[in-house]
């Protein structure tokens, strides 16, 4: 089973980027779909970007899109989310899931990560 961290969370002005990246350990991390969701505080976890094993199927939240690129780098097993132009909306813990399917739907994925903080202010 992949297992998977991630990293580059922090705090940037509202306008800013950042990059995450989430990281597995585990060779099999080139035969699963990625995805990205969030969690703000006293809200539902919600679906950000997905994309599929090749990197030929990318899909992105209404919200994000135009403004946030997943992308994903298999021979270093890692999988990134560029975000600009960020909004104070923006805020939230940030996961890393993998799964078979690349898909919306949070239950499709069955490996999460631990989560990181990205907060942007006004």
């Known amino acids: 089973q992949v297992q998977l961290v991630e990293s580059g969370g922090g705090l940037v002005q509202a306008g800013g980027s950042l990059r995450l990246s989430c990281t597995s350990s585990?060779?099999?991390?080139?035969?699963?779909?990625m995805g990205w969701f969030r969690q703000a505080p006293g809200k539902e976890r919600e679906f950000v970007a997905t994309?599929?094993?090749?990197?030929?199927?990318?899909l992105y939240a209404d919200s994000v899109k135009g403004r946030f690129t997943i992308s994903r780098d298999n021979a270093k097993n890692t999988m990134y989310l560029q975000m600009n132009t960020l909004k104070p909306e923006d805020t939230a813990v940030y996961y890393c899931?993998?799964?078979?399917?690349?898909?919306?739907?949070?239950?499709?994925?069955?490996?999460w990560g631990q989560g990181t903080q990205v907060t942007v202010s006004p």
């Open positions: 899931a993998a799964g078979r399917l690349t898909t919306m739907n949070r239950s499709a994925y069955n490996v």
């Open positions: 585990r060779r099999t991390f080139s035969s699963y779909a």
């Open positions: 994309i599929n094993y090749s990197s030929s199927t990318t």
